[in-house]
């Protein structure tokens, strides 16, 4: 065999050693599987019971200040807030009769104001026959556990709601205006059934604790 046929000869050889060691490496092997497709891991469960630390809402409040506006969620978002002296009975008032006064609270400027550290601070809003005012959202939208925003030039206190009755308007409700306690938000709206123009026969009234407001 002459050098150059042995050469030849080699060189093929090479070659086919070569294909033979690429085609073992990707032939599928007996009992072996090709790696599963990366997958992102699952977001963790939420076991029913957990408890969650809540969001702090704004800055923690260490002063009182006057309400401007006040928000909730699908009833309100900076609504605004009237600051009302009492009536000549010393009830406190509630915004004007007019398509302006349907959509604002009332704050019962007089007493306390939102970051007083006890008592509460007493709101109310207007109810209308065709279910268009502030107290109509207020009624189908506001329950326990809601939240209510209310906002000052410098300050915003979140407060959660923490009960929601139902009074008769002729039994009044001393716990309203409650001066003594801890820190609270009373909100109060006319509720049904309606007797006559401007006769509700019910008053239903939300409390609310504050979630930013530092303690003494």
Known sequence: ?????????????????????????FWPHGGSTAPAPYRPPAAQAVVPGSVFKPTVCGTMVTHTFRPRTISATLIARDANVL???????????????????????????PTLAPGSPRGNVLFNAHTWPDDSAMGN?????????????????????????TKRIVIEAANGSPAY???????????????????????WQNRTIWFASPENQATS
């Open 1 to 25: 065999m002459t050098d150059r046929l042995r050469k030849r000869s080699a060189l093929v050889a090479a070659v086919v050693a070569t294909v033979i060691v690429g085609i073992w490496a």
């Open 83 to 109: 600051a009302l002296p009492r009536d000549a009975n010393n009830v406190p008032q509630a915004p004007p009769l007019s398509s302006v006064g349907k959509t604002e609270f009332a704050w019962d400027e």
């Open 137 to 161: 959202r207020l009624l189908d939208h506001l329950h326990v556990g809601g939240q209510i925003i209310v906002r000052g030039k410098n300050a915003e206190l979140c407060y959660r709601v």
């Open 177 to 199: 205006y409650a001066k003594d306690g801890p820190p609270q938000l009373a909100l109060i709206v006319c509720s049904p059934p309606r007797l006559g123009p401007g006769d």
